[in-house]
């Protein structure tokens, strides 16, 4: 596989204090099976779609057991080289970059306005099997409280190009390299609770967002937005049995002309 361009969304995964009941309800929502936990990286256990690595959950580090999330990989190769300039941007390095034996080299930062990512540079890990199909990651938002900053660190550190979406009750940008769209940025507003934190929201491929919906609320999540359809495909943002925000995403029911969007700089 050829090496994604940095910046690129290359990884999931999320932390659970109920690793079999994170497993449960997302095999049962989206369909995934799991591999063998790995004791030596303690339990991290990654997660199939259709035989396929999507994602992979891991039970917390010690004193990080309330804090279920999911977590967004940025391709790099030089992790050390990308957290530098991370530091330059005015961002920080929450985990310095380690190295995962042949796997690859990991390392997790924040950006100045809150939003928690990481940082993959491949080894014979390459990351996703899959991108787009159903159970698999096939977009990421950005949620921040200050968009400002957000924008002006993503692009310092990864050379993003950004377009905005004009519309004037939701301030939203998509985030692009190469003339491909990577990321999308939403401005919080009182909408999202106080006690939500900035966050990178991850969306699933599913075949029938409605029925995948309605998996997840019987196995108790709480669906915060949707299902609604939009030009991008039927969509809702739920709330997982462990607080773990997530989406779930039909590309194939698109309704309505894509809105325009304004080249920024």
């Known amino acids: 596989m050829a090496a994604r361009p940095e910046g690129t969304p290359i990884w999931a995964d999320a932390m659970f204090a109920d690793l079999e009941g994170a497993k449960k309800f997302y095999g049962e929502v989206l369909g995934w ?12 256990t990654e997660a199939y779609a259709d035989g396929k690595a999507v994602a992979a959950v891991v039970p917390p580090m010690p004193g990080a057991e309330e804090q279920s999330a999911w977590c ?3 391709a790099t190769p030089d992790a050390a080289a990308t957290a530098a ?7 920080e390095i929450v985990m310095e ?3 995962v034996a042949d796997f690859g080299t990991m390392c997790i930062a924040r950006d100045p306005g ?5 940082l993959w540079q491949p080894g014979k890990h390459t990351g996703f099997d899959a991108v787009g199909t159903p159970g698999a990651f096939c977009w990421a938002e950005i949620n921040t409280r200050d968009a400002e900053k957000s924008d002006a660190f993503f692009s310092s550190v990864f050379s993003y190009t950004q377009k905005n979406m004009p519309d004037d009750k939701v301030d939203f940008r998509v985030y692009e390299l190469n003339g491909a769209p990577l990321l999308g940025r939403m401005r919080m507003t009182e909408d999202f609770p106080p006690e939500v934190p900035p966050h990178i929201n991850v969306y699933f491929a599913v ?3 409605d029925e995948a919906v309605a ?41 309505g002309e894509m809105p325009p969007m304004d080249e920024v700089g």
Do not use: W
Not at 34 to 43: K, P
Not at 85 to 91: L, Y
């Open 114 to 118: 809150g939003v928690v990512f990481g």
């Open 215 to 255: 998996r997840a609320r019987k196995l108790g999540a709480e669906v915060q937005h949707g299902p609604v359809t939009s030009p991008f495909g039927r969509f809702a943002s739920l709330m997982d049995p462990h607080g773990a925000p997530f989406s779930l995403l039909d590309p194939d029911r698109a309704e």
């Open 85 to 91: 300039r991370i530091r330059e941007s005015g961002g």
């Open 207 to 209: 075949p029938d967002c």
């Open 33 to 44: 099976t799991f591999g063998e936990s790995s004791t030596e990286f303690g339990n991290y």
């Open 72 to 74: 967004l990989y940025l």
């Open 97 to 99: 970059p380690m190295q």
